[in-house]
């Protein structure tokens, strides 16, 4: 705890609030009371004493009663696809892209891009969401969706290989033209879409790029087991020791699910001379009814960080980290079959750190401590539903939901106070969006963007 002081105004101080903390070994603790000063986008201090007298503060935050959290991170989504929620129900993951998604996408121009992707940051700004990491079509759309709303993205244009060189271009030219843009609030990546769709040429190019331009690479693979399985009978090798052999792993990595990696990729990702990280969104595991889920006991035992993702609400319905962090939680104890294991401390490190990193965020944001950018949280844990509280962290991750969130900041600037969002229209984005509905939702064309056959 800092109780450093300057001599010009605050911009933020919140006062009376639990704060998270993270010890030198980064364990998880709450300190009661506490005091956070905000200057110029960045924590300066976080206090259990009154600030003193002499810190004048622009804005003011009684959060007595009240939690403060790091922001959590969506570490793969494609929010655009909110415009997509409940459109293809109770399928298998094979007819869920060829007969409804993908014709879809097929339609999609960049004002149902913006639609969608302002819908989505305001389901996640009101559910505690301050960074997301975004990997789709039309990113220039989100990029300046991010930019007037005010939240953090780390955005990448996807590509396949039946683009032709051009995709592989276009994910370039977007991850260095944006690199730092929203005043620092938007970090690049590669974004190739899945072995499965990007072929080796591709992928070893992608990886050059990487090298040469100090690009991370965000990329689907080993999504589910059925992918591992086809992809070892028809080519010999795994989806992990594809990314091994095209040199991916050789770059900073971020890997969508993961539910499909093997004993046999452990190795490799552990011996990866990139940092490698993988997204867990297990709510979507479960309605495609995959067989596994992301190994995340596996994954922490050879040092990879698993960040909580929801992926697309096309497919989880849904942009609540929230919910995500409580069923990594108990889906661990179920498929390890051991009650201990992940704790609600285990999770929240998740949320907070593990998601940061996972996003090559780990020395900026994960944490309230001074230094750190200003994205956190406040939780009202008075409700009947949190109330009493025995055990804080399991409150937090087991009985308090995303709608507990009262406010959110990122960078200081508050983009929701009292669960008003202030930075987004979400009455005028709705009613645009049903207009378009008709002719996006449209499938009589016959067309779409890709095949999925694995």
């Known amino acids: 705890m800092s109780d450093s002081t300057s001599d010009s105004p605050a911009d933020l101080i919140i006062t009376g609030c639990t704060v998270l903390v993270h010890d030198d070994q980064e364990r998880i603790g709450f300190e009661e009371n506490a005091t956070i000063v905000v200057r110029d986008g960045v924590i300066e201090s976080v206090t259990t004493t009154p600030a003193p007298a002499s810190v004048e503060g622009g804005q003011h935050i009684d959060a007595r009663g009240q939690v403060a959290l790091p922001g959590l991170v969506n570490c793969h989504t494609h929010a655009p696809m909110v415009a997509l929620r409940g459109l293809a129900e109770d399928l298998p993951t094979e007819e869920w892209f060829n007969d409804v998604v993908w014709p879809v996408e097929s339609n999609l121009t960049a004002t149902d891009v913006a639609l969608g992707a302002r819908l989505a ?126 040199g991916i792993l050789d770059t900073d990595v971020l890997i969508a699910h993961g539910s499909g990696i093997l004993d046999r990729d452990l190795p490799l990702l552990a011996s990866a001379a990139g940092l490698t990280a993988v997204a867990t969104a297990p709510r979507g ?7 596994t889920t992301t190994p995340v006991r596996a994954l922490r035992d050879i040092g990879v960080p698993v960040g909580l993702a929801t992926d697309g609400a096309a497919s989880n319905n849904s942009l609540d980290v929230w919910e995500s962090m409580a069923l990594t939680a108990l889906i661990q104890k179920s498929t390890t079959g051991d009650p201990r294991w992940l704790t609600s401390r285990q999770a929240l490190h998740h949320a907070t750190l593990q998601s940061a990193r996972a996003v090559g965020l780990g020395d900026r944001v994960g944490s309230i401590a001074p230094g750190r950018r200003a994205d956190l949280v406040l939780v009202d844990l008075t409700g009947p539903h949190t109330q009493p509280v025995h055990d804080l962290a399991a409150t937090l991750v087991h009985s308090a939901r995303s709608c507990d969130v009262r406010t959110t900041i990122v960078e200081g600037r508050i983009l929701m106070r009292d669960r008003e969002l202030l930075t987004i229209d979400v009455p005028a984005v709705v009613a645009e969006l049903g207009e378009r509905l008709p002719a996006l939702v449209d499938r009589s064309h016959g067309k779409r963007i890709q095949e999925y056959d694995t």
């Not at 032709?164 to 879409?193: M, N, V, Y």
Request: with cysteine; charged share 25%.
């Open 121 to 246: 940051c305001a389901e996640m700004i009101r559910g505690g969401v301050t960074c997301f990491a975004d990997h789709y079509f039309s990113m220039d759309t989100v990029a300046a969706v991010v930019e007037e709303c005010g939240i953090r993205a780390h955005l990448g244009e996807a590509y396949f290989s039946s683009q032709g060189p051009q995709g592989r271009e276009k994910s370039l030219e977007f991850a260095l033209r944006h690199r730092g843009g929203a005043e620092g609030r938007i970090t690049t990546a590669l974004a190739p879409h899945a072995p499965y769709t990007v072929d080796d040429a591709d992928l070893t190019a992608t990886a050059d790029l990487a090298r040469e331009h100090g690009l991370p690479v965000h990329l689907h693979a080993s999504e589910n087991r059925d992918q591992a399985e086809t992809s070892l009978a028809r080519h010999g090798v795994t989806p992990i020791e594809v990314l091994r052999r095209t």
């Open 285 to 291: 595991y479960l309605k495609f009814a995959w067989p």
